[in-house]
């Protein structure tokens, strides 16, 4: 068998994407283990939810650190506790180029467009505002730049006229839980390399 991969996982909200991939862990979906759940926000409804799943959380409140100082205790942490894969759940900050550096294409996010539109909040309000036909949710690699690292997984959904955030976000929200997982277990595969910008599977 040996020994799990073992993921860090960020976040700042709601964490529906962390449950998605703690439930596809607990079903043997995917072959890793959560060695931490680390959230900037004490609100943080995910952090709560981490603990009643009985997994490590650590709260580590970014309010007045400047960027890399935070991130420096961010990747302290990581790093004590084995990190193989570091994985962004709705965190809602940039990471430094220091942070990028210490886990190099160990960093994946999920984004809730087809990037490279639609970067940064609220992404699904400004799908409905450019009035674009389809959207969908994005799984990237992490560099220092917002939601912009070489591409993983997509997934395409329609925007029906009666669309508002909130409906669209809910079913977008659905193909993240889903592609998530999927990116996860790809880049532990290990069965890819990264050319300039694209992630192309190596032949089996
Ligand atoms: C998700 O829709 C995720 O794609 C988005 O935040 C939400 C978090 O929900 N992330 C970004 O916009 C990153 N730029 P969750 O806390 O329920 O997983």
């Known amino acids: ?14 964490g529906s994407n962390f449950m998605a991939i703690a439930d596809n862990i607990a079903a043997g979906k995917i072959r890793a283990e959560i060695a931490i759940v ?3 926000r004490a609100d943080a409804a995910g952090l709560e939810e981490a ?5 490590e959380t650590r709260l580590i409140p970014s309010k007045g650190f400047e960027r890399e100082q935070y991130d420096r205790m961010v990747v302290d942490v990581l790093k004590e506790k084995k990190v193989d894969l570091v994985c962004l759940a709705g965190f809602m900050r940039l990471l430094s180029a220091y942070f990028v550096s210490h886990f190099p294409n160990r960093i994946l996010n999920i984004h809730p467009s087809i990037l490279p539109s639609f970067p940064g909040l609220e992404a699904q309000h400004q799908a409905l505002q450019h009035g674009v036909k389809f959207s ?4 990237h690699f992490v560099d220092e730049n917002l939601d912009a690292g070489p591409i993983i997984a997509q997934a395409i959904v329609s ?4 669309d508002t955030a909130e409906t669209l976000s809910a079913r977008i929200l659905k193909e993240e839980h889903r592609i998530y997982s999927e990116a996860i277990n790809f880049v532990l595969s290990g069965n890819f390399r990264i050319k300039e910008r ?3 599977q190596s032949s089996r």
């Not at 603990?51 to 997994?55: A, M, Q, T």
């Not at 969908?136 to 799984?139: F, L």
Request: net charge positive; proline share 3%.
């Open 1 to 14: 068998m040996g020994t799990l991969p073992r993921l860090g996982i960020l976040l700042s909200g709601r």
């Open 198 to 200: 694209r992630v192309i």
């Open 136 to 139: 969908g949710c994005t799984v």
């Open 51 to 55: 603990r009643k799943r009985g997994l």
């Open 159 to 162: 925007i029906l006229d009666e």
């Open 38 to 40: 680390i959230s900037n």
